[in-house]
């Protein structure tokens, strides 16, 4: 359940409906009291199979929110593209797609962009080109892609900066990976990020 921010988050842990979730939040890249860490690694060292999971973060679970009232919205990064660009394909082949990215503290980021271009070369990729029309931004994303490896540009970014002075270069190193999960999680119209999906590929 992605929240807006750290007063909705305690909404939700002071809702007994709630009593099963976990909690996992930061504010400005710090760990909110009481919370997990919201870093991937961190997560699945909590035991996060089967959890249910209140989140909250200062940019990525606000996109979400923002983006709620799209027809469709899937929950995507650099570790599961190609699933996302596949399920699109094979269920929803005409239309307009409008990638989000979050941002950091309503500025420009350099990972989400990197992660965008990622996004559109997949597109150009798995679809025929004569179905797609890309926007100038999204060409624009596309061509910085091109442009350097995924560990070098996220490690290029501030977030990347400060998560490797803060000890964490491992999850820089996860977060770089690309197509790790075939999996579709979407938000629902309960605002749940439900896995929609589980794609199996042929290695």
Known sequence: MP???YEQALEYQRNSAYTDYKFSGELNADTLSGFLHPTPLALI???????????????????????????EVFVGSLLNAQAIVDHLRENHHEGSVLVV??????????EDFYGAGFFVQTFVDTFPPESLDLSDCAQAARIFHASGDAISMLNLSR???????????HEVVFAAQKNKYPVVPKLSISGHVELIERKTYAH
């Open 101 to 110: 990215c979050s941002g950091s503290s309503d500025q420009f980021n350099v």
């Open 3 to 5: 929240v807006r921010n």
């Open 159 to 169: 977030v990347g900066k400060m998560l490797n002075t803060r000890g964490a270069e």
């Open 45 to 71: 060292e909590a035991g996060m199979q089967d959890a249910h999971m209140v989140y909250c973060t200062t940019n990525g679970t606000v996109a979400l929110k923002d983006s709620s009232s799209a027809k």
